[in-house]
């Protein structure tokens, strides 16, 4: 959430805040105020001989050096620190004010509990520190405030690595950001919310639905929903902590690259581009054509745009036209996957897949998810080496020279390939559809479904087995070394071997997880609600266990506490119009101090008629009235709505309407609005009688309130007892309807879906009902329940008496509670005011209860109850009871005071006798104010009286960017974890047969990996780092291909894998024919070819990891083609400006790599700082 006004928003201009005895203060320095005039300090002591007395710890020293010799004082470093002694000084007077005599606090008002609490469905949700089921995370950004998001959601992210470190791209609805993770990720100079520091481009008229990185070229790719694609450059990070030499993103140059959407897109292992779009569009953007593009200037972005715009090669078309009849050419194009290892591409709709080599671009085989290959023409059936000739003959057709009978037979076929794929889809589970895709360092592709199914298929496209661990969907997969993760629609992530064992998995957001990346040691996950956090990539794990107990016993420096007031206000209008003065003493006189007043109401409008109408209005999803906007209208004008508070959400169902409104100085921390109701009235169809309620996110905690109108008649109790039942187990919060975001094309079918219902939390524990999981509850309405075993007169006796506690004795829902049938486990303040139905209208004060024919027994039918998420045994707000309420009679400080000093900060400090220290904001702040569960007995608009209730809330919350650095500190100075972090950073001993490999025309090398590890697994990935042309025997500049960029000639298989313990494997290195360069311009295949007859070298990069992928070793191997037939010998000590080149080493040397993937260098070098 945004912290916008500091320790401003920490004690607020009405609020007490008492310092124990025992707690010495102590302040030495003197500070001019803002005229310049002097302004003494309070000095207040105490005596040190006092057995309790503790001193001040030491850890206070960790934060302020009294040390004048360093003159560079580094002023967000000690902005920090002193939101870290504020935060310590906070909680240990939240610590100490607990167990201060009653005297120097506030006095809660007597409460009355609901038996049958604290367990079951009717236990407060589990809160910490830090989450006891799941390993430790960052918060790279904080799960935002909905309201906030509109038209700016996150939709994806991936990491860029490059020499100066990893950056986290994210695409948006507006544009793309990035992070600095080098730079800023334990960093505390991020946004007011909290989020690491980042960086957002300008608007971006398409939503952006993809990105894919190449760190190569230093280059990020963007996909949009306008259809085209753009190119940026990385951001230039430099000079330490955070600062950019580019003021903002530079954008290289676009095209337009289809007519609708580009739903995915990917770099293949040779450097083209390919994209994916609507009714199976698949377009490829050759290297050739990026390249000659990166390389214009700034000002040449047109023509760099128009150059790549006609080079592409539309794959739909060339495989239409030579034959092919598959569903997937007419279906979305969803996910598109490089499969480095094999050097293969697969293209994927939600039910089929397509795989083609990178290198030909030729198809290879189209199947669908259950693995049944679908109809092609018969010269795709044949053998892979067949198949692969056969289509390069058809290539050098025109399409006028395909028969006519031929053509006529693949239509066919299509057709009733069609035809079998809808009859069976009419019986095949709709939900065996194609979520996400990824491709294992094995040579394996993983794809998960949205049943949660999860498929393994080998490199070509054979169906091996399926696994299902969750029933949810899979939203998005990852891989990193040995391990495999999986992010549900549930907000649960998994961990997975390479076998398909699952190691562990735990709930990582309460919306889904949209997707994953991975860089700098850790596995990114996007929530659909646009958080992100990052997970070490060796969870589950030993370090999981040191970092949770490190960061918990850390708490106090990095707890936030929040005070607040809310107003719960409830009120059976019957059918009325209420005065402006009924709505100012009802709400708008208790609202001078108020953060939050939600207001209840029942029976706005009623009639058969208007409740048949409302009935079909839900069914529809409509709902609302006139006479329910009219309230609207009259409570906002009460309240001030506009400069002292905004509505942000209500709901109506039939009579009962619900409303929030926020006062605007905190309306930054208030969002997520939610609204459900549930009809409890003929057959749980008709709203008369039943519940609306709201959600709403506050300072990060969630408070739900529930305005509720249950059966009427003095014997229904039973009825009242299960329409409070269905209530609590069925209501289901959902979005409201006009904050619907409908920008929702690129994203999942689930989450489309999921975005117009449920949206926090997504899952609820199984069986749980949506209230349960809240911090707090409030309960309001006219719940009906009337007074047992009294009559009217006698009724009437007791209250002109206000003899309360005898008719207590007699309340149903007090009786109902005790015996834990209703409200379990919720606490209402005890009853200090008159029964507040029935009256007759206009008549003031207690002459005015129901005097007519019927003489209805005064009752108290309209009550307001809570529930927070703090102990019975425990009242401290902490973090791991997060939310305290109370209803409060402040104390008024005893007159035994003995002096006011007036500080530096401008507060008041008063002493008083009993060792309290007071502080307040004003000297108005020094008196007795009520606050008060009450009814307003002069509003005579109704047969109802309103009442109200005021709520003291403190609530607790993490500062995530002092936790960050805490994690941070963790990291560096643990000896625990500095021994794990190096066992993890062994890498098996691996020789290469050799560093340098000539090739001829069609010849083929083995290059040969050892292992020399006894016991431990290696895994090796080549890549290309740069290829150059050979001119007069040397080698020119070597320039890279994209992040992996095997030239075209140059074939490495396979170019990822595993190398057992004590085993060898074998890497084919061929050439292959490809001695030409055709070229396309607007799809179509020109006439003329672009010679290249020079001898040519690429520079080969062997990474070699442990099976954590914990640090990286490095070989290169020089691969040289000669077209010439000229074997040039190479010279490694030749004058060169490549560098690549002055870098050669010796088969058994190696070389460190800042890999993205490199988690152990990473947190070395942060140790070594």
């Known amino acids: 959430m945004d912290d ?30 803002a005229d310049g005039a002097d302004v003494s300090t309070a000095k207040l002591s105490y005596d040190e001989s006092s057995s309790n007395y503790q001193k001040v710890p030491r850890i206070f020293d960790r934060f302020y050096n009294s040390s004048s010799d360093d003159d560079d004082v580094d002023v967000s470093s000690t902005s920090d620190y002193q939101r870290r002694l504020d935060y310590m000084i906070q909680f240990l007077d939240s610590k100490l004010s607990n167990n201060s005599s009653p005297s120097s606090s506030d006095q809660p008002l007597p409460e009355f509990s609901g038996s049958g609490g604290g367990t079951g469905i009717y236990k407060p949700p589990v809160r910490a520190p830090v989450h006891p089921s799941r390993p430790s995370s960052l918060e790279v950004m904080p799960h935002p405030l909905r309201e906030t998001q509109v038209g700016r959601f996150l939709r994806n992210i991936v990491c860029v690595n490059d020499d100066n470190g990893p950056q986290l791209w994210s695409g948006s609805e507006c544009g793309v950001r990035v992070w600095d993770l080098k730079n800023d990720i334990y960093g505390g100079n991020g946004g007011e919310d909290g ?71 990917v770099v293949s292992a040779y450097g083209d581009i390919w994209s994916g779009s609507e009714g199976g569009t698949i377009k490829v953007w050759p290297w050739e054509a990026i390249e000659k593009s990166l390389s214009r200037t700034f000002g040449e972005r047109h023509m760099a745009s128009l150059l790549v715009e006609r080079s592409y090669i539309d794959l739909r078309s060339q495989v239409t036209l030579n034959g092919a009849c598959s569903n997937i050419f007419n279906s979305d194009i969803r996910f598109i996957l490089s499969d480095y290892a094999g050097a293969k591409v697969w293209t994927a709709s939600y039910q089929s897949f397509a795989v083609w080599d990178a290198r030909t671009r030729e198809l290879l085989k189209v199947f669908n998810n259950d693995g049944q290959i679908e109809n092609m023409s018969t010269d795709f059936l044949m053998e892979d080496e067949m198949k692969m000739n056969s289509v390069s003959g058809l290539k050098e057709k025109s399409q006028n020279s395909l028969n006519f009978f031929q053509r006529s037979r693949n239509a066919i076929l299509g057709a009733a390939d069609a035809v079998r794929a809808a009859a069976k889809g009419a019986f095949r589970d709709d939900n065996r559809q194609t979520e996400a895709l990824v491709a294992t360092v094995d040579g394996m592709i993983w794809t998960g479904c949205a049943d949660g199914l999860l498929l393994q298929w080998d490199g ?79 969870s589950p794990g030993p370090l999981d266990n040191i970092l949770r107990v490190e960061l918990a016993g850390k708490e106090f420096l990095y707890t936030r506490l929040e005070n607040m007031k ?113 009809p409890c009235g003929l057959g749980r169809a008709i709203g008369n009688k039943g519940a609306v309620g709201l959600r709403l996110r506050v300072y990060g905690r969630v408070m739900c309130f529930v305005n ?51 949206a926090m939390p997504i899952n609820p524990m199984e069986g749980m009902p949506e209230l349960s999981e809240a911090d707090m509850v409030i309960f309001l309405g006219d719940f009906n329940y009337r007074l047992d075993g009294i009559s009217y007169d006698e009724s009437r006796d007791f209250i002109s008496q206000r003899c309360f506690d005898w008719l207590r004795e007699r309340d149903q829902l007090r009786a ?85 000093y007036l500080s530096a900060c401008v507060h008041f400090w008063v002493v008083c006798g009993d060792g309290g220290i007071w502080v307040a904001k004003t000297r108005l702040d020094i008196s007795s104010e009520q606050l008060r569960y009450e009814a307003c007995m002069d509003v005579t608009d109704s047969d109802h009286k309103p009442v109200r209730c005021i709520f003291s809330v403190e609530i607790a919350r993490v500062d995530e960017s002092v936790r960050r650095q805490e994690f941070g500190e963790i990291i560096r100075s643990n000896e625990k974890i500095k021994r794990l972090l190096e066992g993890l950073s062994k890498v098996p001993e691996t020789i290469v047969s050799t560093n340098n490999i000539i090739l001829q025309t069609q010849d083929r090398s083995i290059l040969r990996i050892t292992n020399k590890s006894k016991k431990d697994k290696a895994q090796f990935e080549i890549s290309c780092e740069g290829v150059s042309a050979i001119e007069d025997g040397q080698a020119s500049d070597h320039r890279p291909r994209s992040c992996f960029g095997f030239p075209p000639w140059l074939q490495v298989n396979p170019a990822a894998g595993i190398i057992e313990a004590d085993h060898i494997v074998e890497i084919s290195i061929r050439h292959e024919e490809y001695q030409t360069v055709e070229e396309y311009v607007d799809g179509v295949p020109q006439n003329f070819w672009c010679e290249d007859a020079r001898d040519k070298e690429a520079i080969l990069t062997l990474k070699v990891s442990g099976s954590c992928t914990a640090e990286t070793k490095c070989h290169r191997i020089r691969v040289r083609y000669s077209i010439t037939g000229k074997l040039t010998p190479m010279n490694p000590k030749a004058n060169n400006s490549n560098p690549v080149k002055s870098n050669l080493l010796q088969r058994s040397d190696f070389h460190r790599l800042n890999d993205s993937c490199d988690v152990v260098e990473h947190l070395q070098n942060l140790i070594d700082l």
């Open 4 to 33: 916008q006004n500091g320790e401003a928003s920490l004690r607020g201009p009405n609020h007490y805040y008492s310092y124990s005895e025992r707690f010495a203060f102590a302040s030495d320095s003197d500070e001019d105020s």
């Open 195 to 265: 989020s690491v520091r980042y960086w957002e481009s300008g608007q971006v008229e398409g939503a952006t639905l993809c990105v894919v990185g190449d760190g190569g070229n230093r280059v990020v790719w963007s996909g949009h929903k306008d259809g085209r694609i753009l190119c940026w450059k990385m951001m230039d990070f430099a000079g330490g902590r955070g600062n950019c030499r580019n003021e903002g993103f530079q954008e290289m140059f676009s095209w337009q690259a289809h007519r609708g959407p580009v739903l995915s897109m």
């Open 460 to 538: 070509n496209g054979n169906w091996l087995r399926d696994l299902r661990y969750h029933s949810s969907a899979v939203q998005s997969l990852c891989t990193i070394g040995s391990r495999i993760w999986v992010g549900y629609m549930s907000g649960t992530l998994q961990v997975l071997d390479l076998n398909g064992d699952l190691l562990g998995e735990w709930v990582a957001h309460d919306s889904p997880v949209i997707d994953l990346a991975v860089g700098f040691g850790y596995i990114f996950s996007l929530a659909n609600h646009g958080g992100i956090r990052g997970w070490s990539i060796t």
């Open 566 to 678: 809310i107003l719960a206000g409830t009120w059976n209008v019957g059918q009325g119009r209420a005065t402006p003065d009924s709505l100012i003493s009802w709400l708008g006189s208790a609202a001078a101090d108020i953060d939050i007043i939600v207001v209840g109401l029942q029976e706005v409008e009623m009639g058969a008629g208007f409740l048949a109408v409302s009935a079909a209005k839900e069914t529809m999803g409509l709902e609302g009235s006139s006479a329910g906007q009219w309230w609207l209208d009259m409570i906002g004008k009460s309240l001030d709505e506009g400069s002292t508070f905004s509505c942000v959400g209500s709901r109506q169902l039939a009579g009962l309407l619900i409303s929030a409104w926020v006062r605007n100085n905190i309306r930054a921390h208030v969002g997520d609005v939610d609204v459900a109701a549930v």
């Open 708 to 758: 509720c109108h249950f059966a009427a008649h003095l014997e229904a109790v039973n009825r009242r007892n299960a329409d409070f039942d269905h209530v609590y187990r069925t209501m289901v919060f959902s979005r409201p309807s006009n904050l619907l975001n409908s920008a929702n094309a690129g994203v999942s079918s689930a989450i489309q879906m999921l975005r117009y219902t449920n």
């Open 816 to 900: 109902e509670m005790k015996a834990g049938n209703v409200f379990q486990g919720l606490r209402e303040a005890v009853i200090r005011f008159p029964p507040t139905y029935k009256f007759e209208r206009h008549q003031p004060g207690l002459a005015g209860y129901d005097s007519g024919e019927k003489k209805r027994i005064p009752a108290w039918c309209d009550r307001i109850l809570y529930r927070d998420n703090r102990s019975p045994s425990v009242s401290t707000c902490s973090l791991d009871w997060p939310v305290v309420s109370s209803i409060l009679h402040p104390v008024q400080p005893q007159s035994s005071t003995i002096s006011i």
